[in-house]
């Protein structure tokens, strides 16, 4: 379950990594991540659910779907300043127009995980409670906790991605051309 749990977290970090055409501010969605597992445990110790097979199904494919509300987030921010905006400003804007979409989308799955959390069905010799909540203990957990500790991080990296972007400026300077006079006979002179 451990290395299921790191494929489908470096999947994820490698689409992202191609979707933002960034190696650093995936980091900031992959966080999402963790805080969906502190949702899990929670929920489990609450509803003094072990941590069985469909428990740990339900983590696996929870890393697919917490990091959606981060993406949505980052994304946004990330067109905003490709818009000319300003960093904070973006975040400011991007949190407001997404916050309401993020909930919608969150408590619709919630709500719909519910009948599968207060289950006594089993499936294959399993009950399928711990897998609805599982799923519904990290969503509700990594999203309302995404909508800050995110966008901490997104400004904590970004400005780690463009203080490397000024180090690699200054440790390889480009070489340019010698500039030769401006007006002809202006060397003459």
Known sequence: MGFAILMATTFVF?????????IILPFSVILSIPLAFFGVYWTLFLTETPMGDMANMGTVVLIGVVVN???VLVDMINRLREGGMDRMEAIL????????PILMTT???????????????NMMGSPIAPLGRTMMGGLISSTFLTLLV???????LDDFRLALRRLARAALPLSQPERGPLVEGADDE
């Open 93 to 100: 804007e991007a949190g407001h127009n997404r916050y309401r």
């Open 150 to 156: 995110v966008l901490i991080f997104y400004t904590l």
């Open 107 to 121: 408590f619709t799955t919630v709500f719909g995980l519910i009948p599968m959390a207060v289950s006594v069905a």
């Open 69 to 71: 509300n981060a993406i």
């Open 14 to 22: 490698l689409l992202m990594g191609v979707l933002f055409e960034s």
